[in-house]
């Protein structure tokens, strides 16, 4: 809280008006599906309905918080706008839609519609959750490694025939009897030729003799996401096949070798790119090496090509390249990583070497 202070006063603002729920939680503590916080240069209140009054005398710290009976978020700026000496309140443009905005301002007093409300020009509150605290690098680091041992699970339990929805049940059923409060995305199950679908859900599609099979899976643990991919192979891999996986298993891996604090997310996207354009592969990578991961599944930075972004100490990223032929098959490995100010230190350890069940 003292450090979006800081940025409160930096901007220029009296106030501040939090909205999305990933953002609350991360400030004071709130779990709940319906609140809005106000941060002032000296106080914060969190306003939630009658629903959530245990829950948030439970969960919410450095704020007060207020029961109220209509929107959690004009009851925010209602308050901002009460305070002594009061001129502006920044919103997040980013997440919040024209009808919202309308809202609010009409349940300012007249003389304060006009300018109370003001788009913060860059989000505040996500700028702070790019950089972990210990404790949240601790959950994140638990996360990951739960990813891991289902991952290990899985191992034990695939073969051919199986449909891909019972690969995606089973993970989640371990995942759950593991402790996780939630998978953090809809389970990524593609086998044979439907593992060339980068964002390939489960269906009812059955594993095949021999093929690919890729999972992307994520679980929640204390709030935070985790996310994990690996694809295997079921049978012997062509010559082909083994080759193009050996092509992504070098830019993974190289990729990963770039993270360090400092360097451009650019630069860590280009060191996976310039391996699979070596291999001849540069048009079947068709999205970003990664993204940051924490309270949310995908959340800054964006490890993406040109990306001026630089990393920090304390972000969390995911380094994952895939190649994608349709018709034929799809590659994807994917860890998480975290920054360091001597290299990037891997979360999810698996065995990354082609695997063959
Ligand atoms: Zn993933
Ligand atoms: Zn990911």
Redesign the pocket.
């Known amino acids: 809280m003292g450090a979006l202070r800081r940025k409160l006063a930096r901007a220029g603002l009296s106030g501040l008006l939090v909205t999305h729920l990933p953002d609350v939680r991360y400030l004071c503590g709130f779990t709940g599906s319906s609140a809005a916080l106000a941060v002032t240069r000296r106080s914060a209140r969190m306003f939630t309905d009658g629903r959530y009054t245990t829950q948030a005398a439970a969960e919410v710290k450095a704020a007060q918080v207020e029961i109220v009976g209509r929107g959690p978020a004009i009851s925010a700026v209602q308050w901002m706008a009460a305070q002594a000496g009061a001129e502006t309140a920044g919103f997040d443009p980013a997440r919040t839609t024209v009808a919202e905005l309308t809202r609010l301002k009409e349940a300012l007093p007249a003389r304060l519609r006009r300018t109370f409300l003001t788009p913060v020009p860059a989000p505040l509150v996500e700028t702070l959750r790019l950089v972990k605290d210990e404790d949240e690098l601790r959950i994140l680091r638990e996360a990951a490694l739960m990813g891991c041992r289902l991952f290990d699970h899985m191992l034990g339990f695939l073969r051919p025939g199986l449909m891909e929805v019972e690969v995606a049940a089973e993970l989640e059923h371990q995942a759950r009897l593991m402790g996780a409060e939630g998978m953090s995305?809809d389970t990524?199950v593609a086998s044979g030729p439907r593992s060339a679908l980068p964002h390939g859900r489960a269906t009812a599609a059955r594993l095949p003799r021999r093929g690919f099979l890729t999972l992307?899976?994520?679980i929640i643990h204390e709030g935070y996401c985790s996310?994990?991919?690996r694809t295997v192979y079921l049978g012997t891999a062509k010559p082909k096949e083994r080759q193009a996986y050996e092509a992504v298993l070098a830019a993974q891996e190289s990729a990963v070798a770039a993270v360090t604090a400092g360097v451009k997310c650019g630069e860590v996207d280009e060191a996976a790119r310039a391996v699979l354009r070596d291999a001849g592969l540069a048009d079947a990578f068709t999205h970003s090496t990664g993204h940051g991961v924490g309270l949310e599944?995908h959340e800054a930075p964006r490890v993406g090509a040109g990306q001026a972004t630089r990393l920090q100490a304390g972000m969390v990223v995911?380094i994952?390249p895939g190649i994608y032929l349709e018709g034929e098959f799809g590659i994807?490995i994917?860890d998480m990583v975290a920054v360091t100010r001597h290299g990037g230190q891997v979360l999810t350890p698996s065995p990354k070497a082609l695997i063959e069940l």
Request: glycine share 8%.
């Open positions: 995305f990524i992307d899976f994520g996310d994990m991919t599944i995911t994952e994807r994917e």
